[in-house]
């Protein structure tokens, strides 16, 4: 599997927050970042079943009510 960057904007106070947190974990702020990823995957495909195949958003995108 290949690894990708990807550039978020985040506001200031936001982006010290995390990195209060990533520290106090012992991580750095991206190492943080995808454990958050990884922990939301997780709980979405335990509450939605496994997401498999092509990821399309028009096919795949539900709208909350």
Do not use: C
């Amino acid at each position: 599997m290949s690894t990708k960057s990807v550039s978020i904007r985040i506001e200031e106070e936001m982006l010290k927050k995390i990195g209060y947190i990533a520290d106090y974990e012992g991580r750095s702020v991206n190492s943080h970042v995808l454990v958050l990823i990884r922990e939301s995957i997780k709980k979405f495909e335990d509450e939605n079943g496994e997401i498999k195949g092509e990821i399309s958003p028009d096919k795949n995108v539900k709208v909350k009510k």
